[in-house]
């Protein structure tokens, strides 16, 4: 078969569905790739594993008609040109202006993947982030009436979509592990020696937590001055994004440190102990926590849709309320305190990685939902089944 996967970033397509793309691939399928950016590493990685990759335009954020215009022409005419079987759209824009497309060139089984709701599904009194809610779901509830399934990553998410009028009742709506995480890639790593250092991966976005992750930083250093708050991530041009003065002011207070971005994040969940995640965003099934899990690392996260799902209460982690940086404090001073937690912690965060969230399983479940693999679950879940039970919550019975 031929199938295209559109994304809205051309990294992610190596860094979350490499894996998924090479299974197609290796399945003898011809896999087609489109995000906005000319990337050369990423081209040459497609390559390699036998994936075309194709540009298309798209501004990752904002809502300019005349941009998403363009994305929908350009969608149009690949469809057109490619006639896929399968076309699998991820992340919001992907999915709306993809399944527009599908929609009006017909022929394609379109699925759609809701890696997590974003920033216009965080709660917010605003007039205007409500606003932008309901045209979204408008758009999104009628980009994806017709598609084949629609993947989420947690429960949560099914139940605002469903909410927002996005799906229907009887819609085929599948829960997966996230993108899963490739257990080899990320091997379980021996905690490090001394104080603990904890790590944030992110976007550098309010919602994020940041301004949590920042004052629990200031209050566990007053009292244990060895430990370490270091922070790692893109500044985002995304409406909550944290500014540039205000990094320089928690770096030049000595609270935070932080390291940049990078395309490897391995060398630094090496050197860490605790993996901090205090989001308020409407997080999917957040990749960076599968990370730090399959590394060995204890794990501070919110009690929030997506976080939630990663945490055992008191076996690899602890869950804190949203926007309470004295809970992430509290939780941050318990390593601080016994140094021994997060080693031990942090094996049991391994366990729960290798048995929940392996990309394999990840990936089984989507080809076989997709029709792309052999016994394929596609007629099960087009009438309205999962195909496979979901993973549990692990939180469930922390509450």
């Not at 904002?62 to 399968?86: F, I, Q």
């Not at 809610?133 to 017709?146: D, E, M, N, P």
Request: proline share 6%; with cysteine.
């Amino acid at each position: 078969m031929k199938v295209v996967v559109v994304a809205s970033l051309a990294f992610s397509l190596v860094n979350f569905r490499g894996a998924l793309l090479a299974a197609m691939a290796a399945a003898g399928h011809e896999v087609i790739a489109c995000a906005p950016e000319e990337d050369a590493a990423v081209r040459a990685a497609l390559a390699r594993i036998g994936v075309r990759y194709e540009r298309i335009p798209m501004e990752r954020a904002g809502l300019g008609l005349k941009a998403d215009l363009a994305t929908l022409r350009a969608l149009v005419r690949l469809l057109r040109a490619e006639r896929p079987d399968v076309l699998l759209a991820y992340t919001q824009k992907p999915i709306v202006y993809g399944g527009l497309a599908s929609r009006i060139v017909k022929g394609s089984r379109f699925y759609a993947m809701v890696s997590g709701l974003g920033y216009v599904f965080t709660e917010s009194g605003s007039l205007r982030r409500r606003l932008l809610r309901f045209l979204v779901s408008r758009l999104y509830g009628f980009a994806i009436r017709h598609a084949r399934a629609v993947f989420v990553f947690n429960r949560d998410d099914k139940a605002e979509m469903l909410r927002h009028h996005i799906v229907r009742p009887d819609h085929a709506v599948i829960q997966v592990a996230g993108s899963g995480v490739d257990l080899a890639h990320y091997p379980h790593q021996p905690v490090p020696e001394g104080p603990p250092v904890f790590l944030l991966i992110a976007r550098l976005l309010r919602d994020k937590g940041l301004a949590e992750y920042a004052e629990a930083a200031r209050a566990v250093r007053a009292r244990y001055p060895g430990c370490r708050f270091r922070l790692l991530g893109p500044i985002d041009p995304n409406p909550s994004g944290i500014s540039l003065g205000e990094l320089n002011a928690w770096r030049d207070e000595g609270v935070i440190d932080y390291l940049g971005e990078t395309r490897d994040v391995r060398p630094h969940l090496a050197r860490s102990s605790v993996f901090v995640l205090p989001s308020w965003y409407r997080e999917g099934l957040p990749r960076t926590i599968l990370e730090a899990m399959a590394t060995g690392r204890a794990i501070i996260t919110t009690d929030a849709p997506g976080c939630r799902e990663t945490v055992i209460v008191g076996e690899n982690g602890f869950l804190v309320p949203v926007r309470d940086g004295g809970a992430v404090a509290e939780a941050a001073m318990r390593f601080a305190e016994d140094h021994a937690l997060a080693a031990r912690m942090g094996r049991r965060s391994r366990e729960l990685a290798e048995a929940h969230f392996s990309v394999e399983r990840v990936n089984r479940l989507l080809l076989a939902t997709m029709g792309l693999a052999e016994n394929s679950a596609s007629s099960e879940v087009a009438a309205g089944h999962e195909a496979t039970p979901p993973p549990a919550r692990l939180a469930g019975e922390a509450g």
